[in-house]
Nanobody
Framework: QVQLVESGGGQAQDGGSLRLSCAAS????????MGWFRQAPGKEREFVAA????????YYSDSVKGRFTISRDYAKNTVYLQMNGLKPEDTAVYYC???????????????WGQGTQVTVSS
């Protein structure tokens, strides 16, 4: 069992920055890849970024590449999403997930956090 708790959401201006955190706990958390997804009202959950625990390989959606950075702190079992150059279209609830694979597909994730709201105003 893996437990995930997100934090760091809030409001930002167009062009601003926020950093999201996802604290993971559980006996086998080190064997999972971690990902960030987002879901806007009326839309499907969308892949944002993922990172493998072992090798630190990272993956990004085209919409955030160059603006967002995913990273992890092994000692704290925490994954971060640094979001720079925020745009109003980044407004969504952001979810952290744990997967056996470094996947871009939400169905491949076994565990999810409760989500944190990010709102970007123009």
């Amino acid at each position: 069992q893996v437990q995930l708790v997100e934090s760091g959401g809030g409001q930002a201006q167009d062009g601003g920055s926020l950093r999201l955190s996802c604290a993971a706990s559980g006996r086998t958390v080190s064997s999972y890849a971690m990902g960030w997804f987002r879901q806007a009202p009326g839309k499907e959950r969308e892949f944002v970024a993922a990172i493998t625990w072992a090798g630190g390989s990272t993956y990004y959606s085209d919409s955030v590449k160059g603006r967002f950075t995913i990273s992890r702190d092994y000692a704290k079992n925490t994954v971060y999403l640094q979001m720079n150059g925020l745009k109003p279209e980044d407004t969504a609830v952001y979810y952290c997930g744990a997967s056996r694979y470094g996947s871009r597909i939400a169905m491949d994730y076994d565990y999810w956090g409760q989500g944190t709201q990010v709102t970007v105003s123009s």
